[in-house]
């Protein structure tokens, strides 16, 4: 399965949209800011901000959240993040950070 994660995604791009990238680090922000723990070792992060934390996570695809995305027409697919990251990087390579 590895080299192929980009086949198994058959609604919208073979990466995450900037929207769906916002929406995930903005609700992982709020939840660490509530007091949940953090999936990485922060003590090396010069920044503890939560966004800033959320953002990392996100970028080692520590995260264990699912994408649905749907169509006008009914179809829908839910898709692990780790798929969308794994195709990214088969499709576009290393791409600059967005956010």
Sequence with gaps: MEGEY????????????KFERAAIIGVRAL??????????DVSNIEN????????????????PITIRRRTMGGKEQRIPIDWLLKAQKEVYGDLPELM
């Design 31 to 40: 939840q660490l800011s509530i007091g949940a723990p953090p999936l990485i």
């Design 6 to 17: 980009y086949k198994l995604i058959s609604l919208g791009p073979p990466k995450l949209t």
């Design 48 to 63: 503890k901000d939560p966004i800033n934390i959320a953002r990392e996570e996100l970028k080692r695809g520590l995260l």
